[in-house]
Structure formats: structure tokens, C-alpha cells
Antibody, heavy 118, light 111 residues
Framework: QVQLQQWGAGLLKPSETLSLTCAVS????????WTWIRQSPGKGLEWIGE???????RYNPSLQSRVTISVDTSKKHVSLSLASVTAADSAVYFC????????????WGQGTLVTVSS | EIVLTQSPGTLSLSPGEGATFSCRAS???????LAWYQQKPGQAPRLLIY???NRATGIPDRFSGSGSGTDFTLSISRLEPEDFAVYYC????????????FGGGTKVEIK
């Protein structure tokens, strides 16, 4: 049974960079795409982007200029970086697994609350 | 971008009753690429249905999905106490240029 355990800083100031990491255990890392999805009261669930072990990354156009999703296959880690955050980036961020690009998520991390405030 | 509209916003029902709610897309979804999730407070969403009508692993058969094109439905035949939650639909397209999007959710609350 796959488990996704995520962590990262929960309180940021405007203009800082959000950094979250997700560790995958109990399943294959190379057979899937790894995505980040965020959830806020104002915008609901929003797909941020994805990557896989081959580096086939894709991002939501609304965030593309600020976001990077990287993978470390040796550690089975997936990382999210979002630059120049504002209050609008305050949300719960989820790491998820999809079996193909742009697909539904069949496993989710526990979520990390990120608050951006001066 | 495909916009998904879920209705109603809230359903007030009693345990044992059936529930049906809707997800309508702003344009036709190809290959019935529509998923449903259940989310309880403080938890991550859980996949219930994919491909519009296929139950995910471990999902009870009281949950069923149907629909095609722009109109999709999730039904719960007999509500159990653990089914009171928020339900979201998501459209997805493999290797598409557009990104997956989610509906705004339907909350099923105890009457």
C-alpha cells in the first residue's frame, strides 16, 4: 500500500518561496506521475502540476512562471517549489499519485497547510 | 479550460436515504474522463469513481457513477453515517494540453 508523507514550511511571508517535499513509500516510484494539488476556500481544488522519473513535467498555465516540481528517484521524493508567494497562495497543498499524465489521483498525501502573511 | 459545475451545493439527508448529485461540464469530456472524490473534514480527498462509472479499489457498491458528454451523476444508494462528507468531481485528459479541473463540491449533511 503506497504512502505519501509530505512536509515543509507552513508560514511564509509575501515574496518568499514555498518549498514542500513528499516521500513515497510502499510502492513503485517510476510507474507513476507525481502531482501537486492545492485547496483553498476561495479557489477550491486546483491542479498545480506533475512530473515523473523521466522529468516529464507539466504545469498549470496560471502558475507556470513560478512553479517547479522536481523528483529524486533515488530517494523517492517529489518536491514543489513556488516562488514569489502572495496571500492568494495560502492553501492546503497535497502531493498525489497519478498513473498517467493529467490523470485522476488515486493516492494522496495528508496535506500541508501553507499560510502567507506579513 | 473545462469548468465543472456541481449541484446542489448542499444536500440534507438522513442515514438510509439515497443521494444523487450532478456534475455538469462546460464542454464535452472525451472518453468519459470524469472522477469523483469524497473528502471529510481535515482529510485529503479519496478517489471513489474514475472513468465516470468505475469504482476505485475498496469502494463499496452503494456508490455508483454514470453519465457522458457534459452531464455526470454520482449516486449513493443508502447513506451510511460515514458517507456524510463533501464530494468533488474532476475532469482529466491523458497527455492533454489542458489541465485537470475540479468542481466546487457538493456537501452531504445529516438532516
Amino acid at each position: 500500500q503506497v504512502q505519501l508523507q509530505q512536509w515543509g514550511a507552513g508560514l511564509l511571508k509575501p515574496s518568499e518561496t514555498l518549498s514542500l517535499t513528499c516521500a513515497v513509500s510502499g510502492g513503485s516510484f517510476t510507474n507513476y506521475y507525481w502531482t501537486w494539488i492545492r485547496q483553498s476556500p476561495g479557489k477550491g481544488l486546483e491542479w498545480i502540476g506533475e512530473n515523473n522519473h523521466r522529468g516529464s513535467s507539466r504545469y498549470n498555465p496560471s502558475l507556470q512562471s513560478r512553479v517547479t516540481i522536481s523528483v529524486d528517484t533515488s530517494k523517492k521524493h517529489v518536491s514543489l517549489s513556488l516562488a514569489s508567494v502572495t496571500a492568494a497562495d495560502s492553501a492546503v497543498y497535497f502531493c498525489t499519485r497519478s498513473w498517467s499524465s493529467g490523470y485522476y489521483s488515486d493516492s494522496w498525501g495528508q496535506g500541508t497547510l501553507v499560510t502567507v502573511s506579513s | 479550460e473545462i469548468v465543472l459545475t456541481q449541484s446542489p451545493g448542499t444536500l440534507s439527508l438522513s442515514p438510509g436515504e439515497g443521494a444523487t448529485f450532478s456534475c455538469r461540464a462546460s464542454q464535452s469530456i472525451t472518453y468519459t474522463s470524469l472522477a469523483w472524490y469524497q473528502q471529510k473534514p481535515g482529510q485529503a480527498p479519496r478517489l471513489l469513481i474514475y472513468g465516470a462509472s468505475n469504482r476505485a479499489t475498496g469502494i463499496p457498491d452503494r456508490f455508483s457513477g454514470s453519465g457522458s458528454g457534459t452531464d455526470f451523476t454520482l449516486s449513493i444508494s443508502r447513506l451510511e453515517p460515514e458517507d456524510f462528507a463533501v464530494y468533488y468531481c474532476q475532469q482529466y485528459q491523458q497527455f492533454a494540453t489542458s489541465v485537470p479541473t475540479f468542481g466546487g463540491g457538493t456537501k452531504v449533511e445529516i438532516k
